[in-house]
C-alpha cells in the first residue's frame, strides 16, 4: 500500500506535468554545438552508474564534459577524476541554467529519473537517461508527450537494444521463422557471499549532511531526517526503487518487446520475497513475473539473487522455430555481458528448416546517440517510446 501511495500523484501535478509539456511544442532548437561540431555534456547523478556513463560518452570523439551535478560532495569529487576541467555544483538547477550544455546524461536514482528528463528537455537538451525511464507509469506518460512534442534526441539506458542479439532476432522473427510465439521464458541470476546482499553498498564515513544535499535527494519524497543507509543503498526501498524489476527485468523485456514490436502488456502478476538476505531490504530479491500481451502471449520472466548459474537469458517459442539468446550475469556498473544467440527450427512445421546461430554486429549504445544528435535524429535505438513501454511492464 505504501508504493502505491508513493507512486499516485494528485490531479494538480499531472495537470502541471502536462502544461509542461505543451509548451515544450512551441520551444524553437536554435541550440548550436559547439566549434567542430563538439558536443558538450552535463552529467546529473555521478554515482558508479553514472560514471560509467561519463566514460562512455568522453570515449566517443569530439565530445567534452563542461560540468556534473550530484547531491554528495564524493560523487563529484569522483567524476571530477574522469572530467578534470568540468564544473561541479551540487543543484542540477545550476547546471540544466547552462547555456553551453547541449545533452545531458541523467544517471541518479530512480525516483529523480522522471523530474531531471522533464526538466533537462524544458531547457532545450537532449537526454541520455538511465533505465528504468521512470519510477511509475503517470510519469512515463509524462515523459512519453514531453518527449514527443520536443525536438530533443533521446534516448534511454537499455544497452541491450544496441546489441547484435536483437537485430539477428528480430529479423528472425520478421521472416516468419518463428511462426506463432505464445510464449517467451526470460530470466536473470546472481549470487554474493553468504550474509552479503545483492547490491548492498558500504556507507563511507563521510556520508552525512554536511557532504549530502538530502532535500534535493528528496524533492519529491515525503521528507524525513537524514538516513545514510538509504542514501546510498536506495535500491533496496521502494519509495527510489522498483527493486529489480526496474535494475534488471526492464532490459530483458525492452529487448523482447522490440523484437516482437510488442505494445505494453494487457496484464501483469508477480510473487516472490526477500528470501535471500535478511539485511532490511523491502524490496524482493526472489521473483517470478508473469506478463500477459495482446495475441495469444505471455511473457514469463524469474530471478534470484541466491544462485548465478544460469546468468541471463531469454527463450522464443514459436509454432515453427526456437530463439535462445544465452549470456553470462550482466554487469551491474557497466552493463556489459557476453551473448550468443541461436535459432532452431521445429521439424513439425519446418522439417527442411535448418539452426543458425546469429552473426549481426551491435553499435556502441553511447555512440549512437552522439550520432543522433549530430544528424538531429531522434530515433535512436533505444526512443523514448521503447522507454516508455519498458517502464510501463515495469
Not at 155 to 172: F, Y
Request: hydrophobic letters at 40%; charged letters at 20%; a neutral charge.
Amino acid at each position: 500500500m505504501k508504493k502505491e501511495k508513493l507512486g499516485t500523484i494528485n490531479r494538480r501535478e499531472f495537470v502541471g506535468m502536462a502544461a509542461g509539456a505543451a509548451a515544450l511544442a512551441a520551444f524553437p532548437y536554435s541550440r548550436v554545438l559547439g566549434a567542430n561540431d563538439r558536443i558538450r555534456i552535463g552529467i546529473i547523478g555521478a554515482g558508479d552508474r553514472g560514471q560509467q556513463d561519463l566514460k562512455d560518452a568522453l570515449a566517443q570523439p569530439n565530445v567534452e564534459c563542461v560540468a556534473v551535478a550530484d547531491v554528495y560532495s564524493l560523487r563529484r569529487d569522483q567524476a571530477k577524476t574522469i572530467a578534470p576541467s568540468a564544473e561541479s555544483y551540487d543543484d542540477p538547477r545550476r547546471l540544466l541554467d547552462r547555456k553551453d550544455v547541449d545533452a545531458m546524461i541523467i544517471g541518479l536514482p530512480l525516483h529523480l529519473h522522471a523530474k531531471y528528463f522533464l526538466d533537462s528537455l524544458a531547457a532545450g537538451k537532449d537526454v541520455y537517461c538511465e533505465k528504468t525511464m521512470t519510477w511509475d507509469i503517470p510519469e512515463a506518460v509524462a515523459c512519453l508527450q514531453a518527449a514527443q512534442k520536443s525536438k530533443q534526441v533521446v534516448q534511454i539506458g537499455l544497452q541491450h537494444e544496441s546489441s547484435g542479439e536483437l537485430a539477428d532476432a528480430r529479423n528472425w522473427y520478421v521472416q516468419g521463422l518463428l511462426g506463432k510465439v505464445t510464449m517467451v521464458e526470460s530470466w536473470m541470476s546472481r549470487n554474493t557471499p553468504h550474509g552479503h546482499g545483492q547490491w548492498y553498498r558500504a556507507i563511507p564515513a563521510d556520508c552525512n549532511p554536511q557532504h549530502v544535499n538530502w532535500d534535493l535527494f528528496l524533492v519529491n519524497r515525503p521528507k524525513i531526517a537524514f538516513d545514510a543507509n538509504k542514501y546510498m543503498n536506495w535500491r533496496l526501498f521502494w519509495e527510489f526503487s522498483g527493486g529489480n524489476v526496474t535494475e534488471n527485468m526492464v532490459h530483458q523485456i525492452a529487448w523482447i518487446m522490440t523484437a516482437l514490436d510488442l505494445p505494453v502488456p494487457q496484464a501483469a502478476d508477480m510473487m516472490g520475497g526477500v528470501y535471500s538476505e535478511k539485511d532490511g531490504r523491502q524490496v524482493p530479491d526472489t521473483i517470478a513475473v508473469t506478463l500477459e500481451f495482446p495475441n495469444d502471449l505471455t511473457v514469463l520472466w524469474q530471478s534470484t539473487f541466491s544462485n548465478s548459474r544460469y546468468g541471463l537469458g531469454e527463450r522464443f517459442l514459436g509454432s515453427d522455430g526456437t530463439i535462445e539468446h544465452i549470456s553470462g550475469a550482466t554487469d551491474m556498473v557497466t552493463g556489459k555481458y557476453q551473448g550468443g544467440i541461436s535459432y532452431y527450427p521445429e521439424k513439425a512445421n519446418r522439417s527442411n528448416g535448418a539452426a543458425m546461430t546469429g552473426s549481426a554486429k551491435g553499435q556502441n549504445h553511447m555512440a549512437n546517440w552522439m550520432e543522433c544528435i549530430r544528424a538531429r535524429n531522434q530515433k535512436t535505438n533505444a526512443p523514448v517510446e521503447i522507454g516508455y513501454k519498458s517502464a510501463v511492464a515495469a
